[in-house]
């Protein structure tokens, strides 16, 4: 570090204080076998500057980049245009350097810049209010779950199997210590959702069933019917969106009943960035305000009568509120969401539906073009820009083959559930604005060659 403080009297003193005699006492509950007891094999002691950058530029050389070839992976993270007046307003100093408000109203270009941003994703998800952002998709999901736990005093969680399976993932490893009970199933390779099968299984004990829209495979669900049955039995419903353009197109949740709506905000100003930062979307209805983890930015007038912005809401354990906070990490992706933000405001209401239309038809295009290939099937006639194709063969073999030919062709569904039975034959296609007619053309001469 370039930044050492501490000297070792003030290192001896900590130590003594918390009756460590050694630094390497910290480390007694690492099992000895996880230590590092000797040299990394293979890895030099030291090399200069130039030689470093040289070997990490040749690592990168071996990255296939979105941009340079036919891109056609989605599932969660989405290539979308981001016109280059984003990127150049969010490196403004005032902006990039800027973090999280602890004095928020000195703040005032921040917390607006927030009130506005919150303003458009509760439009957006068909709510009330929304939240000034979190991590991320995966972990505002969660963060909805212990909401709803919060709100009718149950821990019982039902999960749609179209939900992406890192959400579940995330929510299974956070359950382990909450003691919440999780009711989750893999996704089966049929046009139809599982909503039927979700209402069937709500009973008094149910906190709440979460969905996705539209669900990992593509698919699309009127959610009014789903949200009056989970109503009836005193639950919630939690709509996660991973893909927030769907909804230029698309009936929001919060309009069809849903009372918690979270999703992943990338697609929107945010690029595909080797996997993060990204941006966690939380909104809700009126009455469940109080309950919503994170921050909520507010509009007001100052004495002089002059608008005036505030922080509204704080719950989070870093301020005031600390062991009672609604959550711990309801971290807020500031400058990911005045991305968001910047993007929405230069498309606009009539620009955010004519790009849902001219993704989804472009899907269309494709859907009907790769569905003619020999052997290949498509699972479901009703989508956004997201499909999911059944191969003659195990999609991960055919993935493979494809890289090789230079085209990321989707994602395998062998990948995301590998220990799930009759579903390695499927692969998700993601088609956005980004994807030419010879991009398609591509992807389908290929499996043409590999289905042979």
Known sequence: MRYLPLTDADRNQMLTRIGASSIDDLFADVPVEARLSQKIAGLPDHASELAVERHLSALARQNMAAGEVPFFLGAGAYRHHVPASVDH??????????????????????????????????????????????????????????????????????????????????????????????????????????????????????????????????????????????????ALLIAVITEPLALGALTPPGEMGADIVVGEGQSIGVGLQFGGPY??????????????????CGETVDAAGKRGFVLTLSTREQHIR?????????????????????????????????????????????ADRLSHVSGVKLLNDSFFNEFTLILPQDARHVVRQLADRNILGGVSLGRLYPDAPGIGHGIVVAVTETTTDEDVEALATALEEILA
């Not at 966690?280 to 921050?295: E, I």
């Open 279 to 296: 941006l966690g979307l939380f909104a809700c209805q009126q009455k469940y305000v109080r309950q919503m983890p994170g921050r909520l």
């Open 89 to 234: 307003l969010i490196q403004r100093g005032e902006f990039l350097t800027a973090y999280t408000p602890y004095q928020p109203e000195i703040a005032q270009g921040t917390l607006q810049v927030l009130f506005e941003f919150q303003t458009q994703v509760a439009r957006l998800f068909g709510c009330d209010v929304a939240n000034a952002s979190m991590y991320d998709g995966s972990t505002a999901c969660w963060e909805a779950i212990v909401m709803a736990r919060r709100i009718t005093r149950r821990s019982k969680t039902i999960l749609s199997s179209g939900l992406h399976p890192h959400y579940v993932s995330v929510a299974k490893t956070m359950a382990r210590f909450t003691g919440d009970e999780l009711v989750h199933e893999a996704p089966r390779l049929e046009a139809a959702t599982d909503i039927d099968d979700l209402i069937a299984r709500i009973d008094r004990d149910t906190s709440c069933v979460v969905v996705q829209y539209p669900d990992i495979l593509g698919r699309i669900s009127d959610l009014s019917d789903i949200a009056s049955k989970v109503h009836e039995a005193g």
């Open 322 to 366: 600390r062991e009672k906070a609604t959550s711990n990490i309801c971290t807020n992706s500031g400058l990911c969401a005045l991305a968001f933000s910047i993007h929405m405001t230069l498309l606009g209401e009539k620009g955010l539906r004519e790009l849902a239309m001219l993704n989804h038809g472009l899907a269309v295009q494709a």
